[in-house]
């Protein structure tokens, strides 16, 4: 399957700094990517979706000034958590659909996601 | 949206074969189903996808009955690292992404 690279895999930070994930699609082109946040022994929970060249569409309750979103390229997706407190520590993981379509079924390929600890 | 129950966990041995149900009562007909596995500080990992009857590829079976209210994953001789997090998504191209159920905990034993 495509592969999406994503990093940092993880990052400890302190309070009030911002920290940029980085999401990238390496052999396919990405119109469209997602930002989920996953808290331990949980599902995921889609924050935004990323449109190329457009704002994001953020989730009822994600603050759109704290996780910012920024899809310049096709192939490149980054998520910056501004401010960030401890209350932000969490897995975030990335997703992107290929368009075209490279195989029939599987269409969303995802990132191997990023640990966020704030200290 | 349609919303997926499963069960929360599951316990089987090495070699066995492990089913996983998931509930959907409200999947519409512009939908699909599909599994992603998922383990420990890990994006998930796509298994299977089908939209009714029974899809097999070379890691898992997918049956899906007629009235399309739930479907079973199917995983022949499972091993210890099939020990994961399992989830069934359901939704059309427009909102397939959205809901993530809680998934079902798989703990294969030796």
């Known amino acids: 399957g495509a592969v999406v690279s994503q990093h940092p895999s993880r990052v400890i930070c302190k309070s009030g700094t911002s920290v940029k994930i980085e999401c990238r699609s390496l052999?396919?082109?990405?119109?469209?990517m997602f930002w989920y946040r996953q808290f331990p022994k949980q599902s995921l929970m889609l924050m935004a979706t990323?449109?190329?060249?457009?704002?994001?569409?953020?989730e009822q309750g994600v603050e759109k000034d704290k996780f910012l979103i920024n899809h310049a390229s096709l192939t490149l997706s980054t998520l910056t958590v501004t401010s960030a407190h401890p209350e932000d520590s969490s897995f975030y993981i990335c997703?992107?659909?290929?368009?075209?379509?490279?195989?029939?079924?599987?269409?969303?390929?995802f990132g191997s996601g990023t640990q966020l600890s704030v200290l | 949206l349609a919303k997926t129950t499963q069960p929360i966990s599951m316990d089987s041995y090495e070699g066995q074969e492990v089913n996983i149900t998931c509930s959907h009562n409200?999947?519409?007909?512009?939908?699909?189903i599909t599994w992603y596995q998922q383990f420990p500080s890990q994006g998930p990992r796509f298994i299977i996808q089908?939209?009714?009857?029974?899809v097999t590829n070379e890691v898992a079976s997918l049956f899906i009955p007629a009235d399309r209210k739930s479907s079973t994953l199917s995983l022949p001789r499972v091993s210890l690292s099939d020990t994961a997090v399992y989830y069934c998504?359901?939704?059309?191209?427009?909102?397939?992404?959205?809901?993530w159920g809680a998934g079902t905990k798989l703990i294969i034993k030796p």
């Open positions: 990323s449109n190329e060249g457009s704002k994001a569409t953020y």
């Open positions: 089908g939209y009714k009857t029974k």
């Open positions: 998504l359901v939704g059309s191209d427009s909102n397939y992404q959205l809901i």
């Open positions: 052999d396919f082109q990405a119109t469209t």
């Open positions: 997703s992107a659909r290929a368009i075209p379509r490279l195989e029939d079924d599987e269409k969303l390929f």
């Open positions: 409200n999947i519409a007909t512009n939908d699909y």
